[in-house]
């Protein structure tokens, strides 16, 4: 079983920075691919940034240039840094972390932490 915990969210003015951190626990920790997701109220959780063992990242087109994605394999920790950000990056941030165990893909989500974007 792998447990994520968010940090790092928060009242922001547009324009400004934050720094969303996921650390991952348990036992056995192998993770492929780290994630960050994001929902607002009555929509589905869209993803906003990938980055997998080897750091190849991907982006949604909304937040590519502003947003940067990292993660450090020995702390098993997945960061999200948010800059130049907008009133429409407003929502709850997930992160969301991947391992293959016997040939079975395992998904586990963290808590999730809330970024307020003030215009």
């Known amino acids: 079983q792998v447990q994520l915990v968010e940090s790092g969210g928060g009242l922001v003015q547009a324009g400004g920075s934050l720094r969303l951190s996921c650390a991952a626990s348990?036992?056995?920790?192998?993770?492929?691919?780290m994630a960050w997701y994001r929902q607002t109220p009555g929509t589905q959780r869209e993803l906003v940034a990938t980055i997998t063992s080897g750091g190849s990242t991907n982006y949604a087109d909304s937040v590519k240039g502003r947003f940067t994605i990292s993660r450090d394999n020995a702390k098993n920790t997945v960061y999200l840094q948010m800059n130049g950000l907008k009133y429409e990056d407003t929502a709850d941030y997930y992160c969301?972390?991947?391992?293959?165990?016997?040939?079975?893909?395992?998904?586990?989500w963290g808590q999730g932490t809330q970024v307020t974007v003030s215009s």
């Open positions: 969301k972390a991947e391992r293959t165990t016997n040939g079975i893909k395992y998904n586990y």
């Open positions: 348990g036992s056995n920790i192998n993770l492929n691919v």
